[in-house]
């Protein structure tokens, strides 16, 4: 390797470089700008929250060893002693402050990631008040993605307000970085290289042995691949499945595969009296649960597992994967294929010849998009249901289903940043109003579900909040509020020798790594 680490560097220190590629850069270096989850998941390595998820996605202490609910709104945290930054200042209760102050600022798109937070109060050098609107027992988890900023630094550097990327804003923390995290900002060149440097005085027990890090963007799958067989990188994500055996077959390098957190599923229109693009003008067929389950039982997901995933998938019946706070094992049986089932029930809907209607699917988006699709519309048409398929790119898809426009379309969910089922309730089987139903185009609407989503927002009690969710759950499969398919996998390229748990979020904790 070419790369160093100072005069003082030694050929041993240089062997524990891990060099990555993603096939994309991170947005900027400032955490609060963005809500884009590849670059939090970046910054984590330089930046710290009070409370993270491990290996194992349970959450458990950062910066704050300890906290209590005081009042309902009222939450205090302990921090850790003897925390530095980068810079060399202490971590006290003030940059706690004004951490939790910038991130609920008017103009910082994380925002959106802490909604019940109203503010924060220092109770001792190293004790903190969070303040709530109301109830919240998810705040832990919105909190894994509130990094904490050194204040001092911010004050000297003018970076104490938020911006925002996404309105061309930029201030030093968008170029700078000064956490408390086990790795330090080093070197960045946008689009082309970013480079961090282990953090001797990190506050906890390494479990890594890395010295440094080198993080390139390759958007391009080819080069991301060849990059790794040839030996330039160590590590890739995402590798394409159809790279996979090729990967596999050459010596010095494997895939790493396992299901992901993301639920691929398809939406439908039940707002509309007409749909978009149909022979049927009078009525809306997917107003009707019949035609949803008969589109579901037409749908062969065990052949898709196989020839479509590789047999990297994991059919699901429910909206959430198994890793999510509020799955329920139970209730994850999907109605078996059965299209003879499925013109049944066609028919007794009204539509024994079946009808057309529109799919629109994405190409670029999640694996395997479009092949997915494809499949789908031949299984449809065995039952008499003609899909006119529109498969584009991410930007014209959500576009146009998010505004409405789509009869059944495609799209994912993760559950993240919040990693609980609540975050699906909230995003897409909640009636749209306000701020709930962002993701639900569709308009689909159940009473009993939107008033336990009130219910389960501010109840503390854990098996009570946790029956809620899957009655939710149950109700939504049973009505076929949407169409799940699977959990698409997560593939990633490493070389021998690196050893690094592969979370199902698909975000790396390098400073879990090593390399042997």
């Known amino acids: 390797m070419t790369v160093t680490l100072g005069l003082g560097a030694t050929m041993a220190s240089q062997a524990n470089t891990l060099r990555m590629a993603e096939a994309s850069d991170i947005a900027s270096l400032d955490p609060y700008s963005v809500t884009e989850s590849n670059t939090l998941g970046f910054l984590h390595h330089i930046y710290e929250p009070l409370v993270r998820y491990n290996a194992d996605l349970k959450l458990e202490p950062a910066l704050a060893t300890s906290w209590e609910v005081v009042e309902p709104n009222v939450w205090r945290f302990e921090l850790r002693e003897g925390v530095t930054f980068h810079n060399g200042n202490s971590l006290s209760a003030d940059d706690v402050v004004a951490s939790i102050q910038r991130a609920i600022d008017p103009n910082a798109p994380i925002r959106v990631n802490v909604p019940t937070v109203v503010g924060?109060?220092?109770?001792?050098?190293?004790?903190?008040?969070?303040?709530?609107s109301t109830a919240d027992p998810l705040l832990l988890n919105y909190l894994t993605n509130v990094y904490i900023f050194d204040k001092e630094w911010m004050v000297e550097n003018n970076a104490l307000n938020a911006i925002d990327l996404r309105k061309g804003e930029e201030n030093y923390a968008t170029t700078h970085a000064n956490g408390t995290g086990p790795f330090r900002l080093e070197s960045r060149q946008p689009d082309a290289k970013t480079v961090?440097?282990?953090?001797p005085k990190w506050w906890d027990t390494p479990q890594h042995n890395l010295t440094r890090i080198e993080f390139t963007p390759i958007s391009s799958d080819a080069t991301r691949v060849a990059a790794l067989l040839s030996g330039e990188i160590d590590l890739m994500y995402p590798a394409p499945l159809q790279d996979v055996k090729r990967i596999d077959s050459t010596a010095g390098v494997k895939v790493l595969q396992a299901p992901s957190l993301r639920t691929i599923m398809f939406g439908l229109n039940q707002r509309d009296d007409q749909l978009h693009d149909s022979d049927i003008k009078d009525r809306n067929p997917l107003k009707d649960a019949r035609v949803r389950k008969a589109l579901y039982q037409a749908i062969n997901m065990e052949l898709i597992h196989k020839k479509v995933m590789r047999g990297n998938s994991r059919n699901s019946a429910l909206v959430v994967a198994p890793e999510v706070p509020g799955y329920d094992a139970a209730l994850n049986q999907r109605f078996p294929h059965d299209p003879e089932a499925a013109k049944a029930l066609l028919a007794e809907a009204g539509y024994p010849d079946g009808f057309r209607?529109?799919?629109?699917?994405?190409n670029d988006r999640y694996v395997n998009d479009e092949e997915i699709c494809q499949a789908v519309v031949s299984m449809w048409a065995r039952v008499g249901i003609k899909a006119n398929l529109t498969a584009q790119s991410k930007g014209n898809h959500f576009q146009k289903m998010l505004g409405g426009?789509?009869?059944?379309?495609?799209?994912?969910?993760?559950?993240?940043?919040?990693?609980?089922?609540?975050?699906?309730?909230t995003g897409f089987l909640a009636t749209p109003a306000d701020?709930?139903?962002?993701?639900?185009?569709?308009?689909?609407?159940?009473?009993?579900?939107?008033?336990?989503?009130?219910?389960?927002?501010s109840e503390l009690d854990e098996p009570k909040r946790r029956a809620m969710l899957a009655?939710?759950?149950?109700?939504?499969?049973?009505?076929?509020?949407?169409?799940?398919?699977?959990q698409q996998p997560l593939s990633w390229g490493i070389r021998d020798g690196i050893t690094l748990p592969q979370t199902p979020d698909d975000k790396p904790r390098l400073w879990y790594a090593k390399v042997n």
């Open 120 to 132: 924060a109060r220092k109770v001792g050098d190293l004790t903190v008040e969070i303040l709530l």
């Open 196 to 199: 961090l440097a282990v953090n």
């Open 357 to 362: 209607v529109g799919l629109d699917c994405t």
């Open 405 to 425: 426009g789509s009869d059944i379309y495609m799209f994912g969910w993760a559950t993240l940043p919040m990693l609980d089922t609540f975050s699906a309730l």
């Open 435 to 457: 701020k709930l139903g962002t993701w639900n185009p569709g308009g689909y609407s159940n009473a009993r579900i939107d008033s336990l989503i009130g219910d389960i927002s």
């Open 471 to 486: 009655e939710t759950l149950e109700i939504a499969r049973d009505e076929v509020a949407v169409i799940p398919l699977h």
